[in-house]
C-alpha cells in the first residue's frame, strides 16, 4: 500500500506541473509544519527551560534562548537526596516489566484455551470476560483500593501488580490470533507424545510471538505512564512510580520552574525515546486493537 | 488389528485426559480470580447505597452498618437534588465533563482528520518523520504534559500571555481565572481542552492514515478522471468508506473524554471555583481526600452508567451501519 | 581451602555469640519495644529524635521506634491502618483529626491525666481539639495558629518608603501599608501583592476571627449547627471585599493555587503575607537563596480584642490495640508536658508551645523571636469546635465561595447564603 501511493505521487506531479498544483502542495506543506511546529514547541520550550537559570526562568517576558546555558538544574536534581530517581526507574520499571510479563502470559494461556478447547460453562465464562472488559476502572478503584489495605499492601509495589494480573482484552486478542493456527499442528504434536503445557510452551506461544510483542509494548506504555491508581496506592515517596513522583516534585518546588522543567524532562525524555523505537508496533498495536 | 486399536483408544483416551486437566489446571485458578473480580464488583454496587468512610468503625461485615449507616438511594437523591457540597460539586462535575467531552470530540476531529488526509496526500519520505512529530504526545506521560502546559499558561512567565503581551492585548491567568470565559465555557476549561488535545490528536490521526491507506486508490482515481475535484473525490468516496473508523474514532474519543483526570488533576485541580472540577477528578477527591467512599462509589455508578450508554449507543450506531 | 573453612567458621561462630549475647541480654532486661508514627517534617522529626533519646536515657528497657510517612498521605495510612487494627503504639494526631477518629482511640487513663489538668495544662485551642464529649484522648505539643500571623518584608517596605518595623494599630493601617506596596507591570497585572490574605487557611481564619471580634458566633447555641449567614460574617466578609477592592491584593493571580503565599513571598512577590508562622521553617527550606530580609509580625484585631478560633495543632495518642499502653501513655506524657523536652521539640519543630509555661520561656523568646510577640493573644484563642469534617468546611465551602465573593463572581450574600446551607449538610 505504502509502495503505491508513493508511486502514485510521484508520477502524477510530473503529469500536470502547474502553478496550482505547485500552490496547492505548498499549503499542505504548510499547514502540516503548522502543526508540526505546535506539536513540537512545547517539548523545545520544555528542554531549553531546563537549561535556564531560575531567575531567568521566571522572567517577565520570558527569554526563548537560555542566556547563560547552565547545567545546575540538572545537578541539583542528580545531588537531591530525597530524589533518587534510579529507584523511582527502578519502580516504575519492576511494575511495568512485571504487569508485562504476567499479562502476557495469562492471556496467551487463557486466550489458547478458549479457542482450542472445548468445556462446559466456556461460554458463559467468555461471556463474562466480555462484560468484564466494559467495566471501567473507576468501578471497581474504591473496593480494590479497600482490599490492598486490609492485606496491607498499601505502599506495596506488588499492591500495584496482584490486581493487573489478567486483563481481559488481552485474552480476547489472544483468542483471535489463536483461532487461526491449524488445529492439526497441535494435534500432530500430541500424537508425538508432547504434554499440553508443552504444546503451548513449545508450539502455540512461538507463533504468536508479533501480537504478543504489541500487547506487550501498549502494555508496558500504559503501566509506564499510569498515574491514578500508582497514586493511590502508593503513598510512600520511596515506593512511588515516576509520574508520581514527578507531580509531588513539582508540588515541592513551586516558584522553581527550571528544575522542574528538567525533572520533567528526565523523566520524560528517556522514555519517550525508548517508545519512538517502538513507535511501529504501538501505532500498529492502536490501529489493530483501537485501544490506548 | 485389535490391539492397535485398542491402544489408539486407550491412547485418544489418555488425550482427553490430559486435555481435561489442561483445562481444569487453568480455568481453576482463573476461576479463582474471576470470583475476587465478582465479590470487587459486588463490593463496589453495595458500597454505593451506604454512607461508607474507611475511617469509622462501622459494622462487623466490611465496615458497613453502624458508623457507616445504610442510606438505601439516599446518595442518588442527594446527587440530583440535595444541597449540600458534595452535591453541587457533583452536579458542577457532571456538567464540566459533559462540556469537556463535547468540545473535544469536534476539535479533535476537526484537527485529526484534515491532518491526516493531508499527511496521507503528500506520501513521501517526510511523511514518517511527520507522523513521528505528529505521534510524539501520545507517547509523554501525561503528568509531563500537563506541567509542560501550566508552564506555557504560566501568568508572569509563560509563553502565552508573552505573545498576548506582544500583540498589546491584556494578559490572562489561564488556569486561576474564574470570570474569563469564551463561548460560555471558562478559559480554565479551555486551557486544560487544549493541552488535552494537544496530547491526544495523534492518537486519532494514525488510526484515520490508516484508515485512509486501506481506501482503494483506484476508486478515487476513477472518480478524479470522471472529473470530480479533490474535494468532492474526498467527501463522495473517502470519507464514506471510512465512515466506520469515525465511528469508532468518535467513540472512543468520547469514552476517554469522559474519563479525563491526570492533566486535569495536576493543571488545575479542579480550580477555578471547580469550573474544571470532572467527575473522575470529584470521584477521587470524593473518595481519597475526603474518605466518602459510599458517596464515591454512587458517583462511579453514574460515570458508568454514562460510559455505558456511550458504548451501547456506538453498538446500535455500527450495526446499522453495517447492515447498510 | 581448610584456611578458608576455617575462618568461616569462626565468622560464624563469632556470629553467633554476638547473636547469643544480644538475645541473652534482652532476655534478661526485657526491652519493649514501641512503634511511634508521625508525619514527615524533618524539622519535627529531629524534635521527636532528641525527645525518644530522652526517653530512652531514663527507660533503657524502652525502645522506640520512628516512622514517617508523607504529610497528605499519612492520614491515608492511618485510615486504613487503624481499621485492620495495624496501628503503631504512639500516634501523632493533630487535634482535630480526633473527632473523626475517637471511635478507634484510646481515652488518656485518668491516672494519667484527667481533662481538668489537661485544660490547666495547656491552652484552650489546642486541648480543645482532643476532647471529644468530654472525654480526652491525648495531648497537644502545639498551638496552631492560622489566625493574625504575617510575613513582612523588610525590602519591599524600604523600597516603598515605608517606615520600618510596621507600627500598626488597627487594619486601616495594614491596608495603607498594603496599597503602598502593590506593583503592577505595564499590561496592568499585578506583580507584588500588598497583603495576600487570599490562601486557604488565612481567608478562612480571619473570617471565623473576624465574626468573633465582631461579637458573633459561627456555631448555634448547642452547637449542633452552623450559622455563618448572620450580620456579623457579613461586616466581615464586606471588610474582605473592600480590601481587595482597595487594591491590596489581586485574588486571582494570589490566592491558594496561584502564587501560593509562602511560594509568593519567598520569590519577593508578597510585601505582607498572611500565614501561620509555621511557614518560616518551611519557606527557609524550600527557598535558601531568597535574600530579602524580613520578619514575622501580628496583626491588630479587626474591632475589639483580638479573640480568634484555631483547629489545635499536633499531639500524641496512643493506639488502644498497642500491649504496652501504660509505657506509651508515660511516654507520651513525658514528652507533651515535661517542660524541657516539650521547649526543645518546639525549638525544633518552630512551632508555638501548647503550653502557656512553655511559651513565656526565655528559651522559646530566645530561640524564636516571634512567639513572645504572639504570647499576648494567645490567650484569646477558642478551639474551632468539632466539625463532622473540618477539611469539607475549611477548604471546600468556607474558602472556595470568599474567593469567589473576592474575584467577584459571587456576591456577598449569596456566598453567606451558599456558606451557611452548605456547612449545615456536612452534619447529616
Not at chain 2, 185 to 200: E, P
Not at chain 3, 54 to 69: G, K, R, S, T
Amino acid at each position: 500500500m505504502a509502495v503505491n501511493t508513493l508511486s502514485a505521487s510521484v508520477v502524477q506531479p510530473r503529469k500536470s506541473f502547474g502553478w496550482g498544483r505547485f500552490l496547492g502542495r505548498f499549503l499542505i506543506y504548510f499547514v502540516l509544519t503548522l502543526g508540526l511546529s505546535f506539536t513540537l514547541l512545547p517539548f523545545v520550550m520544555m528542554i531549553l527551560s531546563s537549561f535556564k537559570t531560575n531567575v531567568e526562568a521566571l522572567r517577565v517576558p520570558p527569554t526563548f534562548w537560555p542566556e547563560n546555558f547552565t547545567l545546575e538544574n540538572y545537578l541539583k536534581i542528580f545531588n537531591d537526596p530525597q530524589l533518587p530517581l534510579l529507584r523511582f526507574y527502578g519502580n516504575s520499571a519492576f511494575v511495568a516489566i512485571f504487569n508485562v510479563c504476567s499479562t502476557l502470559f495469562t492471556s496467551s494461556l487463557i486466550g489458547y484455551m478458549f479457542a482450542k478447547f472445548e468445556f462446559p460453562g466456556k461460554k458463559i465464562l467468555f461471556g463474562w470476560f466480555l462484560t468484564l472488559m466494559m467495566i471501567p476502572t473507576q468501578i471497581t478503584m474504591i473496593p480494590s483500593y479497600l482490599i490492598l489495605a486490609k492485606l496491607g499492601l498499601i505502599n506495596s509495589l506488588w499492591g500495584l501488580v496482584i490486581f493487573s494480573a489478567v486483563d481481559a482484552f488481552g485474552i480476547f486478542m489472544m483468542r483471535q490470533f489463536c483461532e487461526t493456527l491449524p488445529t492439526e499442528l497441535l494435534d500432530a504434536a500430541r500424537i508425538d507424545g508432547a504434554s499440553e503445557w508443552q504444546i503451548y510452551w513449545r508450539i502455540v506461544l512461538p507463533q504468536l510471538g508479533a501480537p504478543l510483542a504489541t500487547l506487550g509494548i501498549l502494555g508496558f506504555m500504559g503501566n509506564w505512564n499510569a498515574y491514578l491508581w500508582p497514586m493511590i496506592v502508593l503513598q510512600k515517596i520511596e515506593v512511588r512510580t515516576l509520574p508520581v513522583i514527578l507531580t509531588w516534585f513539582n508540588s515541592t518546588h513551586t516558584g522553581q520552574p527550571a528544575v522542574v522543567m528538567a525533572a520533567t524532562v528526565l523523566i520524560v525524555v528517556p522514555i519517550l525515546i525508548v517508545f519512538m523505537f517502538f513507535q511501529r508496533w504501538i501505532v500498529q498495536g492502536f490501529t489493530m486493537t483501537g485501544f490506548k | 488389528m485389535k490391539q492397535t486399536l485398542d491402544r489408539s483408544r486407550r491412547r485418544h483416551s489418555g488425550l482427553v485426559i490430559s486435555k481435561r486437566r489442561f483445562v481444569a489446571s487453568v480455568t481453576v485458578p482463573l476461576l479463582l480470580y474471576e470470583a475476587l473480580g465478582i465479590f470487587v464488583l459486588a463490593w463496589a454496587f453495595v458500597l454505593m447505597f451506604f454512607d461508607y468512610s474507611p475511617g469509622r468503625l462501622g459494622g462487623p461485615i466490611l465496615g458497613l452498618g453502624g458508623s457507616n449507616p445504610f442510606v438505601g438511594l439516599g446518595n442518588f437523591i442527594e446527587m440530583f437534588s440535595g444541597d449540600s457540597v458534595q452535591a453541587g460539586l457533583f452536579r458542577a462535575s457532571l456538567r464540566n465533563t459533559l462540556i469537556f467531552a463535547v468540545a473535544v470530540l469536534p476539535l479533535n476531529l476537526a484537527i485529526t482528520l484534515p491532518l491526516a488526509w493531508l499527511l496521507e496526500s503528500i506520501g513521501n519520505r517526510f511523511k514518517a518523520l511527520y507522523r513521528t512529530i505528529y505521534f510524539l504526545p501520545v507517547l509523554t506521560s501525561s503528568v509531563g504534559v500537563a506541567l509542560i502546559w501550566m508552564s506555557m499558561y504560566d501568568p508572569q512567565a509563560g509563553w502565552i500571555n508573552a505573545i498576548i503581551r506582544a500583540f498589546g492585548g491584556t494578559p490572562v491567568a489561564w488556569l486561576s481565572d474564574p470570570r474569563a470565559g469564551f463561548a460560555g465555557v471558562s478559559v480554565a476549561m479551555w486551557a486544560v481542552i487544549i493541552a488535552y488535545l494537544w496530547q491526544d490528536y495523534g492518537y486519532n490521526m494514525v488510526i484515520f492514515i490508516a484508515a485512509l491507506q486501506g481506501v482503494p486508490q483506484e476508486l478515487r482515481e476513477a472518480a478524479l478522471i470522471d472529473g470530480a475535484n479533490s474535494w468532492q473525490a474526498f467527501t463522495r468516496i473517502t470519507l464514506p468508506l471510512i465512515r466506520p473508523t469515525m465511528l469508532f474514532v468518535c467513540v472512543m474519543t468520547m469514552l476517554s473524554s469522559f474519563q479525563v483526570f491526570d492533566i486535569i488533576q495536576v493543571m488545575t485541580n479542579g480550580g477555578p471555583n471547580n469550573q474544571t472540577q470532572v467527575l473522575m477528578l470529584d470521584i477521587y477527591k470524593s473518595a481519597f481526600r475526603y474518605q466518602n467512599m459510599g458517596w464515591a462509589a454512587a458517583e462511579s455508578f453514574v460515570l458508568f452508567l454514562i460510559v455505558m450508554g456511550v458504548t451501547l449507543f456506538q453498538m446500535r450506531v455500527l450495526r446499522t451501519d453495517w447492515e447498510y | 581451602m581448610k584456611h578458608k573453612i576455617l575462618a568461616l567458621l569462626m565468622v560464624l561462630a563469632l556470629a553467633l555469640t554476638a547473636c547469643g549475647g544480644r538475645t541473652e541480654q534482652a532476655g534478661d532486661e526485657g526491652v519493649i519495644v514501641l512503634r511511634m508514627w508521625v508525619h514527615t517534617n524533618n524539622a519535627f522529626i529531629a524534635g521527636y529524635e532528641a525527645a525518644i533519646a530522652a526517653y530512652e536515657a531514663e527507660h533503657p528497657n524502652v525502645d522506640i521506634q520512628l516512622e514517617n510517612f508523607d504529610y497528605e498521605l499519612y492520614l491515608q495510612t492511618l485510615q486504613t491502618a487503624m481499621p485492620a487494627g495495624e496501628e503503631a503504639d504512639i500516634l501523632q494526631l493533630f487535634g482535630t483529626w480526633t473527632s473523626q477518629y475517637y471511635e478507634r482511640l484510646a481515652p488518656v487513663p485518668p491516672e494519667v491525666m484527667t481533662v481538668e489538668e489537661a485544660q490547666q495544662t495547656f491552652y484552650a485551642a489546642p486541648i480543645g481539639g482532643f476532647i471529644v464529649n468530654g472525654v480526652l484522648y491525648g495531648m497537644p505539643q502545639e498551638f496552631n495558629m492560622e489566625y493574625g500571623g504575617v510575613l513582612v518584608n523588610k525590602s519591599l517596605y524600604e523600597a516603598a518608603g515605608l517606615t520600618y518595623p510596621p507600627q500598626w494599630q488597627t487594619m486601616d493601617d495594614v491596608l495603607a501599608d498594603a496599597r503602598a506596596l502593590v506593583q503592577t507591570d505595564a499590561s496592568g497585572m499585578m506583580t507584588v501583592a500588598g497583603f495576600h490574605f487570599t490562601s486557604a487557611d488565612p481567608t478562612a481564619f480571619s473570617f471565623l476571627a473576624g465574626i468573633k471580634q465582631r461579637g458573633g458566633d459561627y456555631w448555634n447555641a448547642d452547637r449542633t449547627g452552623f450559622t455563618f449567614n448572620t450580620p456579623e460574617a457579613r461586616a466581615q466578609l464586606q471588610w474582605m471585599v473592600d480590601a481587595v477592592n482597595a487594591g491590596v491584593v489581586d485574588p486571582v493571580v494570589f490566592n491558594d493555587e496561584t502564587n501560593f503565599v509562602i511560594d509568593a513571598f519567598f520569590q519577593g512577590k508578597v510585601g505582607i503575607g498572611y500565614i501561620g508562622s509555621w511557614a518560616i521553617a518551611e519557606g527557609q527550606a524550600n527557598f535558601p537563596d531568597f535574600a530579602d530580609e524580613w520578619d514575622y509580625c501580628y496583626l491588630p484585631p479587626f474591632q475589639g480584642d483580638p479573640v480568634f478560633v484555631a483547629d489545635s495543632g499536633w499531639g500524641l495518642t496512643v493506639s488502644p490495640n498497642s500491649p504496652h499502653q501504660d509505657i506509651a501513655w508515660d511516654f507520651v506524657k513525658f514528652v507533651t508536658t515535661n517542660p524541657q523536652i516539650a521547649t526543645q521539640w518546639n525549638i525544633a519543630s518552630g512551632t508555638i508551645p501548647a503550653m502557656p509555661v512553655v511559651a513565656e520561656s526565655p528559651e522559646i523568646a530566645a530561640a524564636m523571636p516571634w512567639v513572645p510577640k504572639a504570647l499576648e493573644i494567645l490567650p484569646y484563642g477558642q478551639y474551632l469546635g468539632n466539625m463532622p469534617d473540618r477539611d469539607l468546611v475549611v477548604y471546600e465551602i468556607i474558602y472556595p465561595h470568599i474567593l469567589n465573593t473576592l474575584q467577584g463572581v459571587e456576591t456577598v450574600d449569596q456566598a453567606l447564603q451558599a456558606i451557611d446551607t452548605e456547612a449545615n449538610s456536612t452534619f447529616r
